[in-house]
Structure formats: C-alpha cells, structure tokens
C-alpha cells in the first residue's frame, strides 16, 4: 500500500508564495513520474506540473513562469513553489504518483489534497 501526504497549503495575498510538499510512503520499488493537479470550485481537475524521474519538467500555460516543481527521488518526496500567486489559482491541489510497487507492478497513486487560498 502506498500514500501520499501533501502538506504546505493556506491562504495567502495575491502576489505571495507557498511551497507544496507530497511524500510517498509504503511498499515502493521506486516513482516515475509525480506530478501536481488542482481543483477549483465548480471546475474539472486541470492537470498543473509533472516531473519525471530524471527531472524533465512539463507546466500548464497558466502557471508557466510562476510554478516550479522540483523532486528528491531518494525521499519519494516532490515539492512545488508557488510564486507570483493569482486569485484564480485558488484550488485544492493533488499530488498524483506513478509507483513501480514491484519491479513488474505499476500503480496510479493519488494524495488527498490540500487547500491553496489566494485572496486579491
């Protein structure tokens, strides 16, 4: 069994940082890819950064310039700076993991969430 545990929402004034962290925990062989996903009232999920194992990075337009994610592969832990926040960034944010539990076995993990609240 593998979890993720995101921490570091809040509420914050537009034009101010936060710094999300996810760690994976459990029976894991090692993670690929791990990437950040939000949902804002009334919306889809809209996926918002990956980065692979080695480090190759890929954002959605709108946070382009603003996000960075980052990863410490030897803590399973992926992290993602905040910067330059908008109001309409305000969302719960996921952590999304792909997890080799076996050498064989792949599996799709998701965290729980955590509120990021931007007021103008």
């Known amino acids: 069994q593998v979890q993720l545990v995101e921490s570091g929402g809040g509420l914050v004034q537009a034009g101010g940082s936060l710094r999300l962290s996810c760690a994976a925990s459990?029976?894991?062989?090692?993670?690929?890819?791990m990437a950040w996903y939000r949902q804002a009232p009334g919306k889809q999920r809209e996926f918002v950064a990956k980065?692979?194992?080695?480090?190759?990075?890929n954002y959605a337009e709108s946070v382009k310039g603003r996000f960075t994610i980052s990863r410490d592969n030897a803590l399973n832990t992926v992290y993602l700076q905040m910067n330059s926040l908008k109001p309409e960034d305000t969302a719960v944010y996921y952590c999304?993991?792909?997890?080799?539990?076996?050498?064989?076995?792949?599996?799709?993990?998701w965290g729980q969430g955590t509120q990021v609240t931007v007021s103008s």
């Open positions: 999304n993991a792909d997890v080799l539990i076996t050498p064989l076995t792949t599996r799709d993990y």
């Open positions: 459990g029976t894991i062989f090692y993670t690929n890819v």
């Open positions: 980065i692979t194992r080695g480090g190759t990075t």
